[in-house]
């Protein structure tokens, strides 16, 4: 899945890739790689202005934090960032069900007069 | 250390502290497209570099040799001008946050010394009196009109630029010049509010020598003329990071 076919919609996923705790950029890459079963594979440099939007609208918070020689920003969700991943799980499974019922009509469903 | 220059049997679990001379080409390619200078944006590109060296160790743990997994690392960061294209935006929203913040929070302070000084030297009560300003001479009721006008601007601006860099961003489609615009409008609603301050001091005093308060005709003049020389320079500052943006 390329970046155009995300498009608005990566902001809800690295929030929840964000959900279970708190990680830092490249961690956060492996995370979406994995839990999409590979499917999702954005250029990894597009992950971190990304994170820095996030943090600016508020929804997680960065700090440096060194471990294994490395200085890594580590980010982690804010309370605004968990209620803004509420609000993205809902719009989403109301568009999918709309555009699933679109693409797969019952075929009972469509009736000439 | 080179990691071109690492051994092939050193295990994939000791991690480089410093990349390739490929990554620090890649890291240089970013930052070269990113305004100002390169010291401004160091922490992105500590942010990055760590981001390269962990993905250089992933590719070897799966068992490429040290130059290849470099390689492998900054193909998979991606176009650096794509990237960049995703930090310029980042870089002018924060910067038009800022000056949005900064215009609003010194806004009331330097009208408070005006509206002080005014007082000070009864012009307020002058004005109050000559209240609805038709007895004013028309320059001064016009020119305190219009200092109210740029004022107004400059607030509204402000406002519209901190709505839009903070938690609407989610909502708001992606205009990443909207924000720098706005600061930019903000700003020279500054600089026009504070050189019109200015310009009625500068009046008043050739009109009526001794009837202002010295002390603080001179703080509010020289608060005007801070910020005049700061609102301008962060104007031109929005509009070339707006015209930097694709």
Known sequence: ?113 | MNRLGTPASVPASVPASVPAPAGERYLAEVTARLPGPASAHSGIVAELRCGLLDATDSHRSAGLAPAQAAEAAIREFGDPGQVADGFRAEIAARHARRVAVILLATGPLVGLLWIGTAAASHLALGLASAWPWTSLPAGLAAGILLVAVAAALTAWAALFGIAMTGRLTRWLPARPRRAPTAAAVAGFGAVGADALGLALLAAEIAAAPGKLSPVLAAAAAAASVARLLLARRAAYRCLALRASLA
């Open chain 1, 1 to 113: 899945m390329r970046a155009e076919a995300l498009k608005g919609h990566l902001d809800g996923i690295l929030l929840a890739v964000l959900e279970p705790g708190p990680g830092h950029g490249y961690a956060i890459m492996e995370a979406l790689r994995v839990r999409s079963g590979g499917q999702v594979d954005l250029p990894t440099g597009t992950v971190y202005p990304a994170l820095h939007r996030l943090e600016r609208a508020g929804l997680v918070q960065a700090s440096w934090s060194e471990a294994g020689g490395r200085r890594r920003r580590v980010y982690e969700l804010t309370p605004a960032g968990r209620r803004a991943l509420d609000t993205e799980r809902t719009t989403w499974q109301d568009f999918s069900a709309a555009v699933s019922a679109l693409l797969h009509p019952a075929p009972a469903a469509v009736t000439s007069p």
